[in-house]
């Protein structure tokens, strides 16, 4: 079965770049059907989309993110990353990576996410 | 973008009882609405998608209904493990941007 798993560093300064990687195991980011994506959660609170990337490159993203996110996808190593910059404390949150289904567009599996702080 | 509002945002029950909570889109979706778990520490876990359909190993007491606006996620014979977790919906009808709901916390009388 798929499984995700998030990684990168949990401590970003202000103003820098988040960089955070969602390494695939168990099926191949180049499967046809299927997108990959990124969601956030704020410390207590609900769920954000942030973007989520098909395999042969294209993206979509959450409006208020786009001019600072990119999100790429790297077939060779079955990975796909998340670069966010000149983050601020508004960017502290859970990050999680999940699997988006093309049609129906539900988020499944998700990994179990990574807790980034952005904090001098 | 469209909005989805959960009600309530907090429901208190016992083992056993029957709960149901509530999910409206600002504008129709058809049945394009899924439901998620998420427990403390843990990463969402998806239930039920379609509006109605039932995720492979979800137990067959939660079961989701709607189309249009208004959905619901019914949860029969609550579980011990049904509790202390928030209940999210999420709509996939536009994906510019996917939206969820704020959750819902179910805890325990």
């Known amino acids: 079965q798929v499984q995700l798993q998030e990684s990168g560093p949990g401590l970003v300064k202000p103003s820098q770049t988040l960089s955070l990687t969602c390494s695939v195991s168990g099926g191949s980011v180049s499967s046809d059907g299927y997108y990959w994506s990124w969601i956030r959660q704020h410390p207590g609170r609900g769920l954000e989309w942030i973007g989520y990337i098909y395999y042969n490159g294209i993206t979509y993203y959450n409006a208020p993110l786009k001019s600072r996110l990119s999100i790429s996808v790297d077939t060779s190593k079955n990975q796909f990353s998340l670069t966010l910059r000149s983050v601020t404390a508004a960017d502290t949150a859970m990050y999680y990576c999940a699997r988006l289904i093309n049609w129906d567009y539900y988020f499944d599996p998700w990994g179990q996410g990574t807790l980034v702080t952005v904090s001098s | 973008d469209i909005q989805m509002t959960q009600s309530p945002s907090s429901l208190s029950a016992s083992v056993g009882d029957r709960v149901t909570i509530t999910c409206r889109a600002s504008?129709?979706?058809?049945?394009?609405l899924n439901w998620y778990q998420q427990k403390p520490g843990n990463a969402p876990k998806l239930l039920i998608y379609g509006a109605s359909t039932l995720q492979s190993g979800v137990p067959s007491r939660f079961t989701g209904s709607g189309s249009g606006t208004d959905f619901t996620l019914t949860i029969s014979s609550l579980q011990p493990e049904d509790f202390a977790t928030y209940y999210y919906c999420?709509?996939?009808?536009?994906?510019?941007?996917?939206?969820f709901g704020q959750g819902t916390r179910l805890e325990l009388k």
């Open positions: 504008q129709s979706i058809r049945n394009y």
């Open positions: 999420q709509q996939s009808f536009s994906t510019l941007p996917i939206t």
